[in-house]
Nanobody, 120 residues
Framework: QVQLVESGGGLVQAGGSLRLSCAASGSIWSINAMGWYRQAPGKQRELVSTINSLGKPNYADSVKGRFTISRDNAKNTVVLQMNSLKPEDTAVYYC??????????????WGQGTQVTVSS
């Protein structure tokens, strides 16, 4: 089956940086959009950033100018570089990918999440 595995979360001081990565594996013909979502305690899961198959990024207003998303199509990976982190960024970050399988079927997949904690 298709899997998404995240890495790079951790604890950082406000103003610091972290880099999250996500690698997709399995029987995938191609990956359409990929992205990152986050969920803080007591809050709904929200979009952080997405990037389409051609590399066009999209960002939530709350992270514009601080986060950068990128992807490597050959390696089926997506990276989120997070700079100038704020305590409000503390959340579990989930990788998402919309995949086209060899049957031409399209499905959405999610990683298990990685914790990001920003201290003040």
């Amino acid at each position: 089956q298709v899997q998404l595995v995240e890495s790079g979360g951790g604890l950082v001081q406000a103003g610091g940086s972290l880099r999250l990565s996500c690698a997709a594996s399995g029987s995938i013909w191609s990956i359409n959009a990929m992205g990152w979502y986050r969920q803080a305690p007591g809050k709904q899961r929200e979009l952080v950033s997405t990037i389409n198959s051609l590399g066009k990024p999209n960002y939530a207003d709350s992270v514009k100018g601080r986060f950068t998303i990128s992807r490597d199509n050959a390696k089926n990976t997506v990276v989120l570089q997070m700079n100038s982190l704020k305590p409000e960024d503390t959340a579990v970050y989930y990788c998402h990918g919309n995949m086209e399988l060899f049957t031409r079927e399209r499905r959405d997949y999610w990683g298990q999440g990685t914790q990001v904690t920003v201290s003040s």
